[in-house]
C-alpha cells in the first residue's frame, strides 16, 4: 500500500503509521486505533487521487485534521489510510475590503484567527484548541465555541467547499456569493459530517469587520439556581452578550478560584458600545450575585482556555461529554451532571456556554483507572439519556464520532434515522470514508 501511494503522490507524501495519527484527544478515555498508512497530500487534487486509490482498493480512509477531537472521529478503527490536511495550509485569497477569504483545510484555526485581525476583519468561532486544530477539522465538526452565542458556530460562516468526494474527484459547493439557494444545500450537509461524507480541501469564508473592543464581566453565585437565574436575566434583558459562559463551583475551585457558580458575559463593539453594554450586562447579572468584576478579556479567555487542564489535573484525567439542552432547562441538567456522577461513584463537574445551553459535563477519573473509566461511559450514556428527557441532543460541539456513534438513535425516531443513513450511502456507497463514525443506529 505504502510503496503504491508513495509512486502516486510522491515519497514525502506517505509515511508509515505511528501512534499520533492513531489518535485524538479521546487518548485520556483509551480510544486508540490501528493505520496501515499515512498520507499527507501536499495539493487539493492529491487528495483526490489518494481518495481514488482507496475506493478502487476497498481501502477505509479517515480523514484527519489537528487531531484535537473528542470524539474519536479521526481515529483509525481497523486499518486503512489516514488522510491529514496538515500540508494543505495556502491562503488562496484573503479580499479585506470584500470581507472574505478562502484557506485551505489544514490552516490551523489560529492562523485564522490572525490572518483575519491583520486585515482588520473577525472570524469569530473559537474553539478551545485553537492553535492545534484545523479549519477543515473545525468544519468537519462545525465547532462552536464561546462566541457561538453571538457569532453562530463555523458553518455559520462558511460560504463555499471544495471537497473530495467519492469515488475520487474534488468539486466545489458554494463560493463567496452570500445566497444561494440552486440545489439542496449540500455545503450545509458537509459542515458537521465527520469526516464521512467527503474530505474538505479548501473553506470560503465570509469575515465581518473586527470590533474594537471586548469587555467581559464575571459574576459569582451562592448556588446553581441563583446563577442560572442571571442567565436568563441576560436573556430578558434583551442585551446582546457575545459571549455568555458559566462554570460551576468545583469547576472554578479546579481552576483555583473559590469564587462559588460563575457566569461570564462579554460585549463587543466600538469602545463606546462596549462600555455601555457591560454596565447593561452588569446590572442584569447583578441580582443574587455576591461578587462582579471587570477584568481584561485576553487574560480573561487564556484562564478559561486552561480550565479544561485544571479539571484533567485532579485526577489525572476525565471524560468530558458536551450535551446541549434548552437554555431553560440548563440548572436541572447542571445539578444532574453531579447527581449522575455520583450515581456511578464518581466526581463531576460542569462548565460550558451557558447562552447555548451547552455544558461540558466532566466525570473525574485516572487515565489508568479501567474500572472508573468503564463507570464514566455508563455515566456519560445516562449523561445522554437526560439530554434527550431535557428536549436537548447528545453532542452539542464535539460531534458522535466513534465515542457516541448510534447515541442519535436516542435522540430521533425510525425514518429519521434511516434518511440519516441513506445520506450517507448516497455519497459513499461502499462505506470506506470514515468507517464506523456518526452513525445513526449502533452496529
Ligand atoms: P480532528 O480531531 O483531526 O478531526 C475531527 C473530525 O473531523 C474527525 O471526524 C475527522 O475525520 C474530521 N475531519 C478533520 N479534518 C477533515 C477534513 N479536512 N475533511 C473532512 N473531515 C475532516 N470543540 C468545540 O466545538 N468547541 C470548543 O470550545 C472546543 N474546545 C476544545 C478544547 C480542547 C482543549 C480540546 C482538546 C478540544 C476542544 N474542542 C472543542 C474539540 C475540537 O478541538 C474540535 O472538534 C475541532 O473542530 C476538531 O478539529 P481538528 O482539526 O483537530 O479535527
Not at 124 to 146: I, K, R, W, Y
Not at 154 to 163: A, I, S, Y
Not at 364 to 374: M, T
Request: glycine share 14%; hydrophobic share 45%; aromatic share 4%.
Amino acid at each position: 500500500m505504502i510503496r503504491e501511494l508513495r509512486t502516486l503522490l510522491g515519497h514525502d507524501a506517505v509515511l508509515e503509521p505511528s501512534a499520533a495519527y492513531e489518535q485524538d484527544a479521546t487518548e485520556g478515555r483509551g480510544v486508540r486505533g490501528r493505520a496501515d498508512a499515512v498520507v499527507l497530500p501536499g495539493r487539493a487534487a492529491d487528495v483526490a487521487t489518494a481518495l481514488a486509490w482507496c475506493y478502487e482498493h476497498d481501502v477505509p480512509v479517515v480523514p484527519r485534521g489537528g487531531g484535537t477531537g473528542y470524539a474519536g472521529g479521526a481515529v483509525p478503527c481497523d486499518g486503512g489510510v489516514v488522510l491529514g490536511t496538515e500540508r494543505l495550509r495556502a491562503v488562496r485569497s484573503l479580499d479585506p475590503l470584500l470581507w472574505r477569504a478562502t484557506f485551505e483545510a489544514g490552516l490551523p484555526t489560529g492562523h485564522v484567527h490572525r490572518l483575519a485581525r491583520e486585515s482588520g476583519l473577525y472570524y469569530p468561532p473559537d474553539p478551545g484548541a485553537a492553535e492545534a486544530s484545523h479549519l477543515g477539522g473545525n468544519v468537519a465538526t462545525n465547532a462552536g465555541g464561546p462566541h457561538a452565542f453571538l457569532h453562530g458556530v463555523t458553518g455559520h460562516w462558511v460560504t463555499g467547499l471544495e471537497v473530495a468526494v467519492a469515488p475520487g474527484e474534488l468539486i466545489h459547493v458554494g463560493g463567496h456569493t452570500r445566497k444561494d439557494v440552486g440545489g439542496y444545500d449540500l455545503r450545509s450537509l458537509f459542515v458537521g459530517s465527520e469526516g464521512t461524507l467527503g474530505i474538505v480541501t479548501a473553506v470560503d469564508l465570509r469575515l465581518i469587520p473586527a470590533p474594537e473592543a471586548a469587555l467581559p464581566v464575571v459574576a459569582s453565585y451562592p448556588d446553581v439556581a441563583a446563577g442560572c437565574a442571571a442567565v436568563e436575566a441576560v436573556y430578558g434583558s434583551g442585551l446582546r452578550a457575545a459571549a455568555l459562559e458559566y462554570l460551576d463551583a468545583a469547576t472554578m475551585a479546579a481552576a483555583g478560584q473559590d469564587t462559588g457558580f460563575t457566569v461570564i458575559a462579554e460585549a463587543q463593539g466600538t469602545v463606546e458600545e462596549a462600555a455601555r453594554l457591560r454596565s447593561a450586562l452588569a446590572e442584569a447579572l447583578a441580582e443574587g450575585a455576591s461578587s462582579l468584576q471587570e477584568p481584561a478579556a485576553d487574560a480573561l479567555w487564556r484562564w478559561r482556555g486552561g480550565v479544561s487542564i485544571a479539571v484533567t489535573a485532579l485526577r489525572g484525567g476525565k471524560v468530558s461529554e458536551d450535551i446541549a439542552v434548552p437554555v431553560d432547562r440548563l440548572r436541572e441538567a447542571i445539578e444532574r451532571t453531579v447527581e449522575i456522577g455520583a450515581h456511578h461513584g464518581l466526581d463531576a463537574c460542569s462548565w460550558g456556554h451557558a447562552g447555548d445551553g451547552n455544558l461540558h459535563s466532566t466525570f473525574l477519573v485516572a487515565r489508568d483507572d479501567l474500572p472508573g473509566l468503564e463507570r464514566a461511559a455508563a455515566a456519560a450514556g445516562d449523561l445522554h439519556a437526560l439530554a434527550v428527557e431535557l428536549g436537548g441532543t447528545v453532542t452539542g460541539e464535539h460531534g458522535l464520532g466513534l465515542l457516541r456513534s448510534g447515541e442519535l438513535a436516542r435522540q430521533w425516531g425510525g425514518r429519521a434515522l434511516d434518511l440519516h443513513e441513506a445520506v450517507k450511502r448516497a455519497f459513499d456507497p461502499k462505506d470506506l470514508i470514515n468507517p464506523g463514525k456518526k452513525r445513526a443506529r449502533a452496529c
